[in-house]
Each structure stands twice: as structure tokens, then as C-alpha cells.
């Protein structure tokens, strides 16, 4: 048993050192001088594509030659992001669809398929936020955005793996948070429901490597703050950087990682470091680095998203939210 284990183990090392060495090198390296795919031609389906991030996406496919496909569950937004694509001479597939609803989902993906074809990268993005106190949030509110962000991603894969694993070939994209990998405070339930996503993506990568269809590739963004409008208001206090990210700047880095099927996207880079260093600082440690940066009051300006139609965010926090009250 031993006897046979130590060649394994010895070759486990090796490879876990070569690919360490792999990886630093690969960082030194310009992306220009990287070697990409070419997708052209591909279909690519974005959700909450009439918006912010989805919407910055899509344009960004269409300039490598993609098919564009875009959901979405405002017909304005997404009217109105389908001819911009047109006038950019994108081909492009608009379909209204609440992906909170799995019977929505499947009918849309139906239609995509027959009217469209088979769908070669499959976008996650879709996402909202109610950010209130855990006990001012309605029930209804938790279930629907654990339904948006997180339950249409099993309902999407569902819809979209089966082919792809049938031709060994695809591609992944899962649009999370940096809070899907550390939490942040006063939203529970988009923190939790980022997280939910996350653990799906990772599982996912797992399975279809076991199942060794290691022709799809899985990328799993991870953004600080992006200026969408879904996060009107908030700010980390430091670095200012996690809060001013660009949708156009993200998108763009997003497609960069999948032409070069790059596995996690970290936007700023510090977002990174923040999550490494919540897992290996002790507690307290990282309580003080988080009260720093703001992380637990950074919704305390929200004022929610300035084009949602949901009923509007009143905002009550408690007088004394200082980032020191959450450590008491
Ligand atoms: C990329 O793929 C498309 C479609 O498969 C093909 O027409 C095109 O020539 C390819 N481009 C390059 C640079 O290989
Ligand atoms: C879509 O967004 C517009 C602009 O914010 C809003 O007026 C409209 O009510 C929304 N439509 C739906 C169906 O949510």
C-alpha cells in the first residue's frame, strides 16, 4: 500500500511545484504575448445582459466575432442594448427572461437552441441586491435574489452543459463578487447568495474534470464594487480602488481571461489579497483589516439601484453602525 503510494506522492509534489513554477512565470508574461483562442463564430450567451456589466460583455464578445445572445428581464434595457449591437454590426439574439423562474429559463434556452443553436460560453452575470439588515429583509426579498443570483445558474448550466459536454468544448464564465469569497456587511443575502454561486462554479470545475471533459473551461469572476448603478452609494473606505471599478475596464479583462482560459478573474488585484489574507490571518487580525478598509459599513451610503423597479430601499441603519459596533 505504502510502497505504492510514495511514487504517486512524489509525482504529486513534483507536479504541484512545476505548476507553481508555471504560474509565477506565466504572470511575468505580457498578455499581449499570451497565446489566445479564437471564438469567432461562437455563440456566447450573456444573462442580464440589458445592463452594466452583461450589457459591456456582450459588446466585447461581438468584437471577437461572437453570436451574441442576450437575456435580460427589462425589454427596455434589452431593446435598447440589442441595437447598439446592431449598430456595431453584431450579430446578435435578444430574449426577455426572468432567470429567477426556472420554468422561464428552460422555455428561453429552448428557443435559443431552435432559433439560434447550441450555446458555446455560457455568461452567469444576472445579479441584484436588496443590502439591508438581515431583519429588514422581507423573506420574499431573500428568495428572489437567491433565485437570480445563484438557483439560474443550476437552471442555465442545465440548459447549456448537456452539449457541451457532449462535444468536450465551452466555456464557463461565472460572474460572482469579491464578497462571494469574503463577506462584507449589511447584505447577507447577495453575500450569500455570491458565495452560493461561487460554490457552485467550484464544484462544477471539479465535476467536469472528473467526468474528464477538460475541453470546457470555467472562469469565475470576482469584483470588487463595479460602477453599475447596483451598488449606488457604497464605498469602501480603503483602498478606494475595491469601489471604482469600470464596467467597460472589467468587461474587456473578463474576455482577455477567457480567450487565454484563465480561471479566476480578481478585479482590482488587492480583492485577491484580501481573500488570501481572511484565510490565513487569525480572526481579530483580519476584523481590524476590514473595519480599516470599511467593509462592514460600506452600504451605509447605499441608495440602492436608481433603475430598479422593486419597491425602493429605505434606509434605517442603527445609530451607532460604526465599523467598531460589529466587533462588540
Ligand atoms: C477563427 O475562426 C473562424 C471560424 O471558425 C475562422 O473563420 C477564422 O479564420 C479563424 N481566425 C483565425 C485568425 O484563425
Ligand atoms: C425597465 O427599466 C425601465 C427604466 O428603468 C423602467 O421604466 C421599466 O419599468 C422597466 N421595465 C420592467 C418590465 O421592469
Not at 52 to 77: M, P, S, Y
Not at 98 to 115: F, G, M, N, T
Not at 252 to 275: Q, S
Request: glycine share 6%.
Amino acid at each position: 500500500m505504502a510502497a505504492a503510494l510514495l511514487p504517486q506522492l512524489i509525482w504529486t509534489f513534483f507536479s504541484i511545484v512545476l505548476y507553481v513554477i508555471g504560474a509565477v512565470c506565466l504572470a511575468f508574461i505580457p498578455k499581449r504575448f499570451r497565446t489566445k483562442k479564437n471564438i469567432s463564430k461562437q455563440i456566447v450567451l450573456v444573462t442580464g445582459a440589458g445592463h452594466g456589466i452583461g450589457r459591456a460583455l456582450a459588446h466585447k464578445f461581438a468584437q471577437q466575432g461572437c453570436i451574441v445572445v442576450l437575456w435580460d428581464i427589462n425589454e427596455t434595457w434589452l431593446e435598447d442594448a440589442r441595437e447598439s449591437l446592431v449598430l456595431c454590426r453584431a450579430t446578435v439574439h435578444a430574449y426577455v427572461c426572468d432567470v429567477s423562474d426556472k420554468d422561464d429559463v428552460y422555455r428561453c434556452a429552448a428557443l435559443v437552441q431552435a432559433e439560434v443553436g447550441e450555446v458555446n460560453i455560457l455568461v452567469n452575470n444576472a445579479g441584484i441586491v436588496r443590502a439591508k439588515y438581515l431583519l429588514e429583509l422581507p423573506d420574499e426579498d431573500i428568495l428572489k435574489v437567491f433565485r437570480t443570483n445563484a438557483f439560474a445558474h443550476f437552471w442555465t448550466l442545465k440548459a447549456f452543459l448537456p452539449y457541451m459536454m457532449e462535444v468536450n468544448h465551452g466555456h464557463i464564465v461565472t460572474v460572482a463578487s469579491v464578497v462571494g469569497k469574503g463577506a462584507g456587511g449589511q447584505a447577507s443575502e447577495y453575500i450569500s447568495s455570491k458565495f452560493a454561486a461561487v460554490g457552485l462554479h467550484e464544484s462544477m470545475e471539479m465535476e467536469l474534470r472528473a467526468l474528464r471533459r477538460t475541453g470546457i473551461h470555467m472562469t469565475l469572476v470576482c469584483p470588487g464594487l463595479v460602477r453599475t448603478g447596483l451598488f449606488e452609494g457604497a464605498e469602501y473606505r480603503f483602498p478606494k480602488l475595491i469601489s471604482t471599478l469600470d464596467s467597460e475596464q472589467l468587461a474587456h479583462d473578463i474576455v482577455e481571461a477567457v480567450l487565454m482560459n484563465e480561471h479566476t478573474v480578481y478585479k482590482p488585484f488587492i480583492a485577491n489579497v484580501a481573500v488570501r489574507l481572511k484565510n490565513i490571518l487569525p480572526h481579530k487580525a483580519f476584523d481590524t483589516l476590514t473595519d480599516f478598509s470599511g467593509a462592514a459599513t460600506m452600504l451605509n451610503n447605499f441608495r440602492g439601484h436608481p433603475l430598479e423597479t422593486t419597491p425602493t430601499f429605505v434606509k434605517s441603519p442603527p445609530a451607532n453602525a460604526t465599523p467598531t459596533a460589529k466587533a462588540s
